[in-house]
């Protein structure tokens, strides 16, 4: 599978020139696309092989990874249940763009308390969902495991070799570590978190074998899910100027650290970089329904 490399004309990029390119991930899939593709490739196959014909995983009422989890389901003829976070959906999700789609696509959805939520790490609490939905193939929340770690080191190709600096949104921190343990000796890794707080780093740890990466944790805009005016402004600005989409929790978050920095001059003349577009454009909708509630700038679609 051969996904393009975009390059990306600015004129903050000429004038301090440096080269950008954007991986768009975003584009392999219609419905599963970027890194909740790769996430889901080979634990779709280990569920397969073990004959489980339900996938059952957790996330909140917005989340990508509930969206393509049903998808991949429905893709592959097995059955779906997504444990969603928080009761107040549970009477309206049909006005919820994800979860409607999640549902279209034959996902079973239940609604957890928040406290109850925390807890479905618990082996009682799996239990319980076992005796509920009958045998099961469990997925993280986010999708990160092993198995979605493994998938998400087939980003980076050889033809990738030549960049000096490879960029990732980070959310669970499954994405940037395949993305570290995939990248070649003399590259550096910047991830990009959409959640306020340096926690990751230990998440991130545990399945990175490299130590060739940081994490930007200045561009979260008040943590996950959580955007401004200025956030907003700046997505619909770079989608006129470059035709590329991003979306709101992840990728232009992103894109608009990374050319902070190169504004402020904090890569030398001459350096290339390649920034991964994990896709997540399917929660745009949603997004656009909270700010007009609040009267707030839309995204452009």
């Known amino acids: 599978m051969r996904i393009e490399n975009q390059k990306v004309n600015l004129p903050i990029l000429e004038e301090k020139r440096v080269a950008l390119f954007i991986k768009r991930e975003d584009k392999i899939h219609p419905l599963i696309s970027g890194n909740k593709y790769r996430k889901l490739k080979y634990n779709i196959q280990k569920a397969m092989l073990g004959k489980h014909?339900?996938?059952l995983t957790f996330g909140g009422a917005y989340s990508n990874h509930i969206a393509a989890a049903a998808c991949a389901a429905?893709?592959?003829?097995?059955q779906s249940v997504g444990v969603i976070r928080g009761e107040?959906?549970?009477f309206k999700w049909k006005d919820n763009p994800t979860l409607a789609l999640a549902a279209e696509m034959g996902m079973q959805l239940k609604f957890v308390p928040r406290g109850d939520y925390r807890k479905i790490k618990n082996g009682e609490f799996l239990a319980r969902l076992n005796d509920e939905f009958g045998r099961f193939y469990p997925l993280p929340e986010g999708g990160s495991n092993t198995l979605a770690v493994k998938g998400c080191e087939e980003?980076?190709?050889g033809e990738d070799a030549d960049f000096d600096i490879i960029c990732s949104s980070v959310g669970t921190g499954g994405t940037v570590a395949g993305i570290i343990n995939a990248s070649g000796i003399d590259q550096h890794v910047l991830g990009f978190?959409?959640?306020?707080g340096d926690f990751l780093k230990e998440d991130i740890r545990k399945f990175a074998v490299k130590g060739n990466w940081d994490l930007q944790t200045d561009y979260h805009f008040g943590g996950y899910a959580?955007?401004?005016p200025e956030l907003i402004r700046f997505m619909n600005d770079f989608k006129r100027e470059t035709k590329i989409p991003l979306d709101p929790v992840y990728t232009g978050k992103?894109?608009?650290g990374l050319l902070d920095m190169v504004q402020k001059g904090q890569f030398k003349p001459g350096t290339k970089i390649l920034a991964i577009h994990t896709g997540g454009l399917q929660g745009i909708k949603g997004m656009n329904a909270k700010l007009k509630i609040k009267n707030l700038p839309l995204i452009d679609l």
């Open 53 to 55: 014909d339900t996938l």
């Open 74 to 78: 429905q893709e592959y003829g097995l």
């Open 88 to 90: 107040e959906l549970a």
């Open 155 to 157: 980003i980076l190709t």
């Open 193 to 196: 978190p959409a959640l306020k």
């Open 226 to 228: 959580k955007v401004t």
């Open 254 to 256: 992103m894109m608009f």
